[in-house]
């Protein structure tokens, strides 16, 4: 049974650094495309970047291009989101999430792409 579990979230101020990490357990990640989505209490889960199998190609949100990067150690099993110059609109809880759709060669940016998702972190943002 595949798992994920996130970590890594904490308190941050403004303009601060955090790196959260997500370990998928029960399969290797090579097989699996990977996303990262957050939600707050007072909006849907949004999409904010996702990467393909082999780690060559990501894709962002608009409001995290530039700020956040995407990566990902097949051999460790671990997908990683480094999110710089962090903004208190970026408070919420991340999730990561795994795509077995097109044996992980793609990009997803739609939540009903993931068939796995990890319990979250929470990430808040001090102003």
């Known amino acids: 049974q595949v798992q994920l579990v996130e970590s890594g979230g904490g308190l941050v101020q403004t303009g601060g650094s955090l790196r959260l990490s997500c370990v998928l357990s029960?399969?290797?990640?090579?097989?699996?495309?990977m996303g990262w989505f957050r939600q707050t209490p007072v909006k849907d889960r949004e999409f904010v970047g996702t990467?393909?199998?082999?780690?060559?190609?990501?894709h962002y949100s608009d409001s995290v291009k530039d700020r956040f990067t995407i990566s990902r150690d097949n051999a460790k099993n671990t997908l990683y989101l480094q999110m710089n110059s962090l903004k208190p609109e970026d408070t919420a809880v991340y999730y990561c999430?795994?795509?077995?759709?097109?044996?992980?060669?793609?990009?997803?940016?739609?939540?009903?792409?993931?068939?796995?998702w990890g319990q979250g972190t929470q990430v808040t943002v001090s102003s």
């Open positions: 999430a795994a795509s077995t759709l097109d044996y992980g060669l793609g990009l997803y940016t739609g939540s009903r792409d993931y068939d796995y």
């Open positions: 029960g399969d290797i990640l090579r097989n699996y495309a």
């Open positions: 990467i393909s199998w082999s780690g060559d190609n990501a």
